[in-house]
């Protein structure tokens, strides 16, 4: 089955730096990667997207690349802000599959 | 669009006693449910996979007796914890899968369940 390993497991960047989280994923077959946002106590919330037809989505101060060669995608944020402090996790999953495969979560804080 | 409510948020019960979580789509027809189950700072642990109108499919290891599984209409799947221990405390989550856009997942708010 699909694997899905998420790097680093917490994130500690300066209000207005840029935060970059990484995801690798194993099998050649999953073709739509999501990435979410889960504030402490609450459900997590889809915050972009991105499908293997496509390299990069962008969505204001957010991004996804996706790199389906070397198998891996990557969530950028852009000038961070305190309210960006939560737990990104990157999933992957295919059509087939039927259910999504998560990464083990980052936590990102942001100082001001 | 595409929100999922649970209900209730949060709730605390005996040893034994038997708890019910509803998670709904409000603004999609959902297919497919998932149920989550998710201890303090680990990633999200899939329960089982519950279909519209047939049986959930459960994850290795998870009780299907203990955690019953129901999803009587495109919009609405519940989670019963029966005979719940204090190792049941946990967060619960569901996630609904947007029909026309198979591999879409919207999450639920939670549900804290508390066994005492």
């Known amino acids: 089955g699909e694997n899905v390993e998420q790097h680093p497991s917490t994130l500690s960047v300066q209000e207005g730096d840029s935060a970059v989280i990484k995801c690798t994923y194993s099998?050649?077959?999953?073709?739509?990667f999501p990435w979410y946002k889960q504030e402490l106590g609450k459900g997590p919330q889809l915050i972009i997207d991105?499908?293997?037809?496509?390299g990069e989505k962008k969505d204001q101060r957010i991004a996804v690349t996706l790199n389906k060669t070397a198998k891996h995608f990557s969530l950028h944020i852009t000038e961070t802000q305190p309210e960006d402090s939560a737990v990104y996790f990157c999933?992957?999953?295919?059509?087939?599959?039927?259910?999504?495969?998560f990464g083990d979560g980052t936590t990102l804080t942001v100082k001001p | 669009g595409a929100v999922v409510s649970q209900h209730p948020s949060w709730v605390i019960c005996k040893s034994g006693t038997s708890v019910k979580i509803e998670c709904r789509s409000l603004?999609?027809?959902?297919?497919?449910m998932f149920w989550y189950r998710q201890f303090p700072k680990q990633s999200l642990m899939l329960m089982a996979t519950?279909?519209?109108?047939?049986?959930?499919?459960?994850e290795q290891g998870v009780e299907k007796d203990k955690f019953l599984i129901n999803h009587a209409s495109l919009t609405l799947s519940t989670l019963t914890v029966t005979s719940a221990h204090p190792e049941d405390s946990s967060f619960y989550i569901c996630?609904?899968?947007?029909?026309?856009?198979?591999?879409?997942?919207?999450f639920g708010p939670g549900t804290r369940l508390t066994v005492t």
């Open positions: 996630s609904a899968r947007v029909q026309e856009r198979i591999n879409e997942q919207y």
């Open positions: 099998d050649s077959a999953s073709n739509y």
């Open positions: 991105i499908r293997s037809n496509v």
């Open positions: 999933a992957a999953s295919n059509r087939n599959a039927g259910k999504s495969t």
């Open positions: 603004d999609f027809q959902a297919t497919t």
């Open positions: 519950s279909n519209e109108g047939s049986k959930a499919t459960y």
